[in-house]
């Protein structure tokens, strides 16, 4: 029975820390989904299909579609577009990997 419950919290753990958590910066007010983001640090983690976005009590999702680059990013870059007026969140590159999260909204 034990070795039962050792075995699932070992599971549980390892499922926890599967997901990574990434920190970004802003320096301009951004728009992702149809939350506005401030300039600040945010941590980014992707759960499933979906970026999750925080920053204190600030919380959203977006949709999201993991790339990988020919080449390690040298540091995280958020990549911006506008759209009538408003900045929104195309691609990040996560720095210190190959990956890119390109917003899929």
């Known amino acids: 029975m034990k070795r039962k419950i050792l075995f699932c919290f070992g599971v549980i753990g390892l499922v926890v820390a599967s997901a990574k ?12 989904g149809g939350m506005e983001l401030k300039p600040g640090e945010y941590s980014v983690e992707v759960v ?8 204190g009590k600030l ?5 999201v ?36 999260l390109v917003f899929t909204e």
């Not at 499933?48 to 920053?55: D, P, S």
């Not at 919380?59 to 949709?63: D, F, I, R, Y």
């Not at 995280?76 to 506008?82: C, E, F, G, K, Q």
């Open 21 to 32: 958590s990434y920190t970004m910066e802003l320096m301009t007010p951004a728009m992702l």
């Open 48 to 55: 499933e299909h979906k970026a999750v976005i925080r920053n």
């Open 59 to 63: 919380h959203g999702e977006a949709p």
């Open 65 to 100: 579609e993991l790339q990988t680059a020919e080449s390690k990013y040298g540091v995280t870059s958020v990549l911006l577009r506008n759209v009538e007026g408003k900045m929104h969140i195309q691609e990040i590159h996560l720095g210190g990997t190959k990956t890119r």
